[in-house]
């Protein structure tokens, strides 16, 4: 399936015929990709060469709008809501969050809307894991391997078969794609009898039971401080979160694609083989190697009664993100290096965790004015880390971020020398309709007497600032 042009009606756009409807591609030799040279209508007319399997993996599902008007370079911003007038081919279903909000969601259904919504800006597609008809009942469960700083894509496939066969074992039966960045993504259909709270333990107890088969490679982990090699993030299964779909382009520079693969060639495959320029050719040549997942839905009965067991041996709920209501079960929410008190069989938290600088701990909105001019925070009742970590800077763009950090290092060279790869943290952190950059750094490996003291964030970008001048109809 490919968009064809049927009228020309200004220069800034072309009208493409799809499915029978006429889609206005506005702006069509604008650069996307700049390094690979791929335009907005190239980007659409690739979804168009693949759409039988790019929409098999957004089919009737609400999809959270992420828009990158200025190109994969460019900021991009979340937009839930769908757009006050839309086509006659694209639907909307309303969708409920955990916040108690309600919003219309664009739901894609045909190839019409699939070039739509690219043409809008989405370079990747990011639907919910739930149909149209059912929102309160996920037939996807969803396996997300994360690699942390430093560990090799070599390991990120061999967590991703020990997934698999933790899957099959399980009565299950796992479709992996490449996330078209440095990950993996496992899925697996399943009944849609379950809520968003059922599949994300099941998905829990998977992570759990992959760590236990390979824990050199993996873990379950949900604090960074805690975390090795690949981090399987149960928490992707929650709802309201969405993840990049089957064929969705990534806005990195060589334009890489989250690939289908058989289970055949996860053991080989390359992240860079799997592009908007290459899928094409592969897809002709292979057709959709995923097609087969709607008519493979299996029973999450076996991974809750494996989450049962673990409950059983003591091993009870883990931390939710931090924008959900505290659940019952759920163990404390704060680092495990903040706690007032250990858990049950932990050794006591270290008694010299520096106390009142800032970086120390990250207040919950970061504000500067809630900072003395020599970095100083005033007390807040809660436990500094135990372990050394420092905010560095605070950035709406993650160069902003990274350029604070090239900064640190240079008025500290002597401990920056000393940094291991994974002791600097970079979060994208969710703001109100966009991400900011955080980065921190860990100085548990540079001498205690050595230790640069915190300093006020450079940037000090507040994300809240926005927010708290909004109209509070609109929060």
């Not at 430093?150 to 299950?172: C, I, K, Q």
């Not at 290459?278 to 029973?299: C, E, F, N, Q, W």
């Not at 090239?406 to 002791?423: C, F, I, S």
Request: aromatic share 6%.
């Amino acid at each position: 399936m490919r968009g064809y042009p049927v009228a020309v009606p200004k220069d800034a756009s072309v009208l493409l015929e799809v499915d029978g409807f006429e889609v206005a591609i506005s702006n069509p030799g604008k650069l996307f990709f700049e390094q690979a040279g791929i335009t907005k209508l190239d980007l659409v007319n690739y979804y168009l060469a693949l759409a039988p399997g790019a929409l098999r993996g957004v089919m009737d599902r609400p999809m959270a709008l992420k828009r990158f008007v200025n190109g994969a370079a460019g900021e991009a911003f979340f937009q839930k809501r769908a757009p006050a007038s839309v086509p006659d081919y694209v639907r909307t279903v309303e969708l409920s969050f955990p916040s108690g909000r309600t919003a219309d969601e664009v739901v894609v259904s045909n190839g019409a809307a699939l070039a739509w919504v690219v043409n809008l800006g989405c370079i990747d597609l990011n639907p919910h894991p739930v149909r149209a008809g059912d929102l309160d009942h996920p037939d996807e469960l969803r396996v997300d391997l994360d690699p942390g700083p430093g560990v090799p894509w070599s390991t990120v496939r061999e967590v991703a078969v020990v997934a698999g066969e933790v899957l099959s074992d399980h009565g299950l039966t796992g479709w992996p794609k490449t996330s078209g960045s440095r990950g993996i993504h496992v899925y697996a259909r399943i009944e849609p009898r379950w809520t968003f709270s059922e599949v994300r333990r099941a998905a829990l107890a998977l992570a759990r039971e992959v760590e236990r088969r390979a824990p050199e490679l993996a873990t379950s982990k949900w604090w960074k401080e805690e975390r090795h090699g690949v981090f399987i993030d149960y928490n992707q299964n929650a709802k309201d979160r969405t993840v990049a779909s089957v064929y969705s382009v990534r806005p990195v520079p060589d334009a890489r694609v989250s690939a289908p693969l058989l289970w055949s060639e996860v053991p080989t495959a390359e992240l860079a083989d799997f592009t908007v320029k290459t899928m094409p050719d592969r897809y002709a040549r292979l057709g959709d190697v995923g097609a087969g997942i709607d008519d493979a839905v299996g029973s999450l009965e076996g991974l809750l009664d494996l989450s049962a067991r673990d409950e059983a041996a003591g091993q009870g709920d883990a931390p939710w993100p931090p924008n959900y209501a505290k659940q019952p079960g759920e163990p404390p929410r704060v680092q495990p290096s903040k706690r007032r008190m250990p858990l049950d069989g932990e050794a006591p938290p270290d008694p010299k965790a520096p106390r009142g600088r800032v970086g120390s701990v990250a207040p919950a909105m970061p504000s500067p004015t809630a900072r003395r001019a020599d970095g100083i925070a005033a007390p807040t009742g809660r436990r500094r880390s135990a372990h050394p970590l420092i905010v560095i800077s605070q950035a709406k763009a993650k160069e902003d971020a990274m350029a604070g950090l090239e900064r640190w290092k240079k008025r500290h060279p002597k401990a920056a020398k000393l940094l291991a790869e994974d002791d600097v943290l970079v979060d994208g952190m969710r703001g109100r309709s966009s991400l900011w950059y955080r980065v921190r750094v860990n100085l548990r490996h540079v001498p205690e007497a050595e230790r640069p003291a915190a300093e006020p964030p450079d940037p000090d970008y507040d994300p809240w600032t926005e927010y708290r001048g909004a109209d509070p109809s609109e929060r």
